[in-house]
Structures are given as C-alpha cells and as structure tokens.
C-alpha cells in the first residue's frame, strides 16, 4: 500500500514548531552570548554554532518523520517533501516572490528611516542583538565559508521541515488557508529575533508559505530563502547594509 500524506492538527503543527522555536530562544538569547563573552568567540561564528544545534537536527528531522509516516525510498521521501522539478511557473513564482520580498522589505526600512528623521524615531535593526557585529576586516572574510555550511542547514533544516513536512499536511486540514497559518507559526520560531527585526521580516515570513502553496514546490521555498538570508547576510558581513 502505497503511503499517505496525512492531516495535522493545528495542536500537532503547534509543537512541531513550538518546540523548536524554545529551544531556539535558549540558543539566541543564551548560548550564543555565552560563547561570545565567555570564550571570546566572533559573534557570527558564535551565531554559526549555535544556528547549527537547531538548523541540523531541523534537516534531520524532516526526513526522519517523512520515514515515520511511511516513505522509505529516496524518490517517496523526495515526493513526500515536495522536491520537484522546478518549471517555469515555478521559477516566475520564486524570482517574483523574491524581488517582492526584497521591494517591501526596502519599504521597511525607508518607512524606518522617514520616521527616524521626521520624528527621531530609533530606525529598525536590521540584525538581531545577539549577532550585531562589524563588518568583516581582512581574515575575518574566511568566515563566510564557515557560514556556507549553517546557511546550507539554515536553509534546508527550515524549507523542508515547515514547508516539505508540515505545510502539505496543513493543507489537507486547512485548505487554501494553510500558507497563512504556516506563516503565523514561522513567526513563533523567529520571537528570538526581537520585535524589530520581526517586523522586517514580515513580507518573507507570509510570501514564502503563499509562494510555496501555490506552487506546490518546496524548491520554491529553497530558492526564495536562500537568495533574501544569503543576499541580506553577506551585505551586512561585507558593510553594504548596516
């Protein structure tokens, strides 16, 4: 008997996320600072070890409940977490989901900014307090190849555990509204972030599930995640974006 995707209880979707998302806030909020002011860590290589203890067993993970529920060939857990064939659809999807995440995050920010010098109002941090840093001088630059193999796991780790796992199962009990409850809780898992940040990341926490609903195409999570974190990283580490 071939093996079905099942639904998820908001209650179930509720912990798979939650859990996570607590033990994320222990990382940001304590082990990271401890590995920076303790051992004297740079605080991008702190965030790399730490971002690593959730993003990995987040990759794990995916593929261990997908083996659970019944998937046991390499082309049924693929099948499973939805990682098909990108087409064109799906490409103009991602390259338009990510140029309008780009766009409405720029407009946060130049609203930010407007404020800041009509009213004094603090501009929004565009990185978290636990990973503020200044951009990388010198050998410092060798760092971004320490930060290839947790962006690989930030990445994937995310992608196909809330949009190849849950997502689909969403679906099934919640229908057409299931990229915006998917999108509610990936906002649950970046509460470390702070307030600020949160609303900066607004338009890719709501975009990406839509985009990946529609096109019913984990890629497409992949590829908008990858080019808004990666663009947005390297800016920062390099002193493009403060």
């Known amino acids: ?44 290589l702190s965030w790399f070890i730490g971002g690593s203890l959730i993003f990995m067993p987040l990759f794990l993970l995916a593929f261990y409940l997908a083996r659970k529920d019944g998937f046991q060939t390499k082309s049924e857990i693929f099948s499973r977490l939805r990682l098909r064939k990108m087409s064109v659809r799906d490409w103009k999807f991602a390259l338009r989901s990510t140029l309008a995440v780009l766009m409405l995050t720029g407009a946060i920010m130049g609203i930010s900014k407007f404020l800041h010098i009509q009213f004094g109002i603090s501009e929004i941090e565009t990185t978290p307090s636990f990973m503020q840093f200044e951009p990388f001088q010198g050998n410092e630059r060798f760092l971004l190849l320490v930060w290839l193999f947790m962006f690989f796991f930030n990445i994937f780790g995310e992608e196909l555990m809330w949009r190849g796992y849950i997502l689909p199962r969403q679906e099934i009990s919640l229908g057409n509204r299931a990229w915006f409850f998917n999108a509610i809780l990936w906002v649950l898992f970046h509460i470390c972030f702070g307030i600020q940040l949160l609303i900066l990341l607004i338009p890719i926490l709501f975009i990406l599930p839509w985009a990946v609903q529609k096109t019913q195409n984990t890629w497409v999570g992949i590829y908008i995640h990858a080019l808004v974190n990666g663009l947005a990283f390297i800016m920062v580490s390099l002193g493009v974006m403060g």
């Open 1 to 44: 008997m071939n093996p079905t995707i099942k639904p998820i209880s908001t209650t179930k979707a509720l912990l798979l996320f939650g859990i996570p998302s607590i033990l994320f806030l222990i990382i940001c909020r304590i082990l990271i600072p401890m590995l920076h002011k303790s051992y004297g860590l740079h605080p991008t």
